[in-house]
């Protein structure tokens, strides 16, 4: 019995974990499930589960949730903060971590799985974009598996050779005779509209994405391009490529999740319908495969399969992640933060669709050559640049 802990377990990403458990109940159990403050769906989560631990973030919610708990006759543990986010990422108990955090946040608790030698489906992006040698150094020192959980990775994954599926974050692709590495993107909601109506467009409309079902800030930085850029960085660090063997191609209908070109001329595509739930599944059962609830794709009904390359006028972030990754860590954690920062004041309508690009680049400026060789680096970066982003926020809004 695999026991999994599900950091993010409210989120987009944890519900549908929660859903490949839910179907294979004899080789999965809920060991503990974190979330920020959403007590409602957490207290459905462990009426149904039942999982040893509950973590909160923030404690008020923890007092809320022990209280229904306690009234429901439920034994669960409810504990809160972000020490104990990380305490349940790094218990014994757990022989594996979903690591579904959104954000930075998600930094510290997923490294401390990797320390503890665990198997981490990786999902959180940050974890690589903040600290990529760093995590990667940590997965090897402690003998921790990666095992990508983002749908273009998973699919990239999929179609290595075994040998490299087995040395995630240390992969020679060289060796493997593979010579690019392409990443598909929808292009987000906003691929075919003017570019100049851009600085028009509406949180509403940011986060209605055509093809797949996210948090609200994923969605806006899929309409941004950032998520791609994102993943072009992950990337970097999880199959050990130069950045000049990635690629990014624009693909509408999100039927391909990625491919992986080789010396010999074959390109290897992972297909399927646009549901988290089948990389999830491949991710935890690996190298197994079983049910995840999501639909067989029907060929006959496609249509089309289009691609075409990235605009970077109309994705100028997607650019500036991808010079960052060919930059330093010290860039990639800067702009993290500073798109985090922007994206959360686009939602609160206090700032310009267009100008997420305009915060982040304006932040990104000031940190290319700080120095990033440790997690106390990475952290002190991060809160550097939130804090420049917040100041560039106030210059645009004089």
């Known amino acids: ?32 499930a974190t979330a920020r403050n959403n007590v409602s769906r957490m207290l459905e989560i462990v009426k149904e589960f039942h999982p040893a631990a509950a973590v909160m973030l923030e404690e008020r919610a923890a ?15 409810v504990l809160s903060g972000s020490e104990a986010l990380s305490a349940v990422a790094a218990s014994e108990e757990a022989n594996s971590v979903m690591s579904a955090i959104v954000g930075a946040a998600g930094l510290k608790p997923t490294l401390a799985a990797i320390t503890m030698g665990k198997t981490v489906y990786l999902a959180n992006k940050e974890s690589l974009i903040m600290s990529g040698h760093i995590f990667v150094d940590a997965a090897r020192r402690y003998k921790a598996r990666i095992v990508p959980v983002d749908s273009e990775h998973n699919a990239i994954f999929q179609c290595l050779p075994e040998k490299e599926q087995n040395r995630i974050g240390r992969c020679d692709l060289r060796e493997a005779g593979i010579t690019k590495l392409v990443l598909t993107g929808s292009g987000g909601p906003f691929r075919d509209r003017e570019i100049s109506s851009l600085s028009q467009v509406t949180p509403e409309e940011a986060v209605s994405h055509p093809n797949w079902s996210m948090g609200r800030k994923i969605s806006v930085d899929s309409a941004t391009m950032m998520n791609k850029g994102f993943e072009f960085i992950e990337a970097r660090w999880l199959f050990n490529a130069n950045p000049r063997d990635i690629e990014v191609v624009v693909h509408p209908e999100s039927v391909i999740h990625s491919m992986v070109r080789y010396r010999d001329g074959s390109v290897l595509a992972e297909i399927g319908v646009p549901d988290m739930r089948t990389p999830i599944a491949r991710a935890m059962a690996w190298p197994d495969r079983i049910d995840s609830g999501a639909a067989a794709i029907d060929f ?3 249509g089309s399969l289009t691609f075409r390359a990235p605009d970077f006028k109309r994705y100028p972030c997607l650019k500036l992640a991808m010079d960052a990754c060919q930059t330093s860590q010290a860039l990639t954690t800067a702009v993290n933060a500073a798109n985090e920062v922007a994206v959360q004041a686009f939602l609160d309508g206090r700032l310009k669709f267009t100008d997420i690009y305009t915060v982040a680049a304006r932040t990104a400026d000031s940190f290319a050559l700080a120095p990033a060789d440790s997690l106390e680096d990475v952290l002190n970066i991060d809160l550097a640049a939130r804090q420049r982003a917040y100041s560039v926020l106030e210059d645009l809004s004089r």
């Open 1 to 32: 019995m695999n026991k999994v802990t599900v950091l993010g377990a409210t989120g987009s990403i944890g519900g549908s974990t929660l859903d490949v458990i839910r179907r294979n109940p004899e080789r999965y159990s809920l060991y503990a």
């Open 300 to 302: 006959t009904s496609l």
């Open 63 to 77: 007092q809320e949730l022990r209280g229904l708990l306690a009234d429901a006759g439920l034994k669960t543990e």
